[in-house]
């Protein structure tokens, strides 16, 4: 069966410092992952993707995200936090088994960025 | 820039009630999805739209059912509220495009109480 994990529920960052939040997966064929950002009282925004090509994926207000085949693992980083960057993270993967259209989604990670 | 709206951002029905909660997104998107938000458990399907008068259950389809009529306007009915499906609700829309499958543009949420 194809999942998302997202081992940290909270994950506490001092501004300006670099922040990680990490996700693995597990899939039959090619992943294809993504992040989303919920900040308060809103819905959810799409960050960043990986299809193929470069591990490394860059998006959105300066999020990047490696993709790892070896370690099953999609963590999404940022060099330098911002306390803008509070926020709940949700990792999520494709479902191949469904002709591509459903999403599997990670519990998600509350990140607090700390002033 | 998509958008996708939704009906209302907060609800408050009685037990036994039918609920309906509407979803219009403006940039001619195939699919449309209904998730549920709960804490700790992430975005679960509902159900989902890949095109008109299409749909198919998610994970989570039990007590819900869903119209498309119009390839804009996703609608989800809860058929007789009860309290466990108190919860937020969230629309997502997503373009099928040539990679065959893309990022999903979401709405603000409902937030439903069932009282």
């Known amino acids: 069966a194809q999942s998302v994990a997202q081992p940290e529920d909270q994950v506490n960052v001092a501004e300006g410092n670099p922040l990680t939040v990490k996700c693995t997966y597990s899939v039959s064929g090619n992943p294809y992952l993504f992040w989303y950002v919920q900040y308060p009282n809103r819905g959810l925004q799409f960050l960043l993707k990986?299809?193929?090509?470069?591990?490394l994926v860059k998006g959105s207000y300066g999020f990047e995200a490696e993709f790892n085949k070896s370690q099953t693992s999609f963590h999404l980083k940022k060099p330098s936090a911002l306390v803008s960057d509070s926020a709940l993270y949700f990792c999520a993967v494709r479902d191949t088994g469904t002709g591509g259209f459903k999403t599997i989604f990670g519990a998600g990670t509350r990140l607090f960025v700390k002033a | 820039d998509v958008k996708v709206t939704q009906s209302s951002r907060y609800l408050v029905k009685r037990t036994g009630e039918k609920v309906f909660l509407e979803c219009v997104q403006d940039m001619d998107h195939e699919n449309m999805f209904w998730y549920r938000q709960d804490p700790g458990l992430g975005l679960r399907l509902i159900y989902f739209s890949y095109d008109v008068k299409m749909k198919e259950k998610g994970d989570i389809p039990e007590g819900y059912s869903v119209s498309r009529e119009k390839k804009e306007r996703f609608s989800l009915i809860l058929e007789s509220a009860s309290t466990n499906q108190t919860s937020m609700y969230l629309c997502?829309?997503?373009?099928?495009?040539?990679?065959?499958?893309?990022?999903?543009?979401f709405g603000p949420g409902t937030r439903l109480t069932v009282l």
């Open positions: 997502a829309s997503s373009l099928t495009g040539t990679s065959g499958y893309n990022e999903q543009f």
């Open positions: 990986y299809i193929t090509g470069d591990n």
